[in-house]
């Protein structure tokens, strides 16, 4: 991870990717089922490197990934369960 004054860089390789609207994370060219790109985050979140499943949301601003939710896999799966017992809608 690099650090500048107000945004952390996280390098990120990509298993899985259900919705991409933007052509931003680009295909491994070793293996064809995989994904890697950057994600931005404010220095404030504390983000770190590491390893596991995380489901990343967040929005293009100035031709950059920003991130704004990276949540377990898990626990989004427990998010989406609860909304769904309680008839709300899950934010993305």
Known sequence: MKQTS???IIPVSVDMMK???SKY???DPYNANKYSGQL???SQCKMHFGHGKFVFMGKMKFNKMQLRCA???EDFQELQ???KL???ALCT
């Open 6 to 8: 107000a945004v952390n």
């Open 19 to 21: 919705r991409q609207s």
């Open 25 to 27: 994370f680009t295909k």
């Open 40 to 42: 931005y985050t404010p």
């Open 71 to 73: 949540p377990t896999y």
């Open 81 to 83: 369960r609860t909304s």
């Open 86 to 88: 309680k008839g709300t």
